[in-house]
């Protein structure tokens, strides 16, 4: 099992920048892939961004261009570095792991996931 834990969310402004950490633990040099889920209030939990082990980055359309993902192996965390927000990034942001070596396409899907954290909240004022 991969122990997940977010930080760096908070309140910014629109068109403001936040940068947010996961730190793994336990067996984190088996993540394959990790990625970003954010869930906003009233809505179902949604795909962010993901990396694989190879470096192949996959981001939903509505980040494209203003969020980044990295991952630093030997700290042993992942980042997404978000820039230009908008208010419907407001969200709790989620840290997943998949321990699954996948090849092939890559599924924007939360099931591939086993290991998540606990979230942590992203707000941006309009």
């Known amino acids: 099992q991969v122990q997940l834990v977010e930080s760096g969310g908070g309140l910014v402004q629109a068109g403001g920048s936040l940068r947010l950490s996961c730190a793994a633990s336990?067996?984190?040099?088996?993540?394959?892939?990790m990625g970003w889920f954010r869930q906003a209030p009233g809505k179902d939990r949604e795909f962010v961004a993901a990396i694989r082990w190879t470096g192949s980055t996959y981001y939903t359309d509505s980040v494209k261009g203003r969020f980044t993902i990295s991952r630093d192996s030997v700290k042993m965390t992942l980042y997404l570095q978000m820039m230009s927000l908008v208010a419907e990034d407001t969200a709790v942001y989620y840290c997943?792991?998949?321990?699954?070596?996948?090849?092939?396409?890559?599924?924007?899907?939360?099931?591939?996931?086993?290991?998540w954290g606990q979230g942590t909240q992203v707000t941006v004022s309009s």
């Open positions: 997943a792991a998949d321990l699954v070596r996948r090849g092939g396409l890559f599924r924007a899907t939360e099931h591939d996931f086993g290991s």
């Open positions: 336990g067996r984190s040099s088996s993540t394959y892939t």
